[in-house]
């Protein structure tokens, strides 16, 4: 799994909560909770895409990890 930034992580925990979740109420949600405008929304989702940490169908985003998978994760990188 590649790195995961606070940025990124903020924006899973929304989606994490919401999922599946349709990207323009995302996009709100991030307005609201994270300050985002619309475009930085879809970027984070195109960039966690790319990943292969969420998925986005038909303007639906979910996750394809858990929060404990990336927690781990993030855990043992620390540690290295």
Known sequence: ????????YRFLSILWEEEPVASPELVRLCSERL????????????????KGIVKSENTVVSALVTK????KWQSE????
């Open 35 to 50: 300050g985002w405008k619309k475009s930085t929304t879809y970027t984070v989702i195109k960039k966690l895409s790319g």
């Open 68 to 71: 404990e998978e990336v927690d």
């Open 1 to 8: 799994m590649e790195k995961v930034f606070e940025s990124e």
């Open 77 to 80: 990188e620390l540690l290295q």
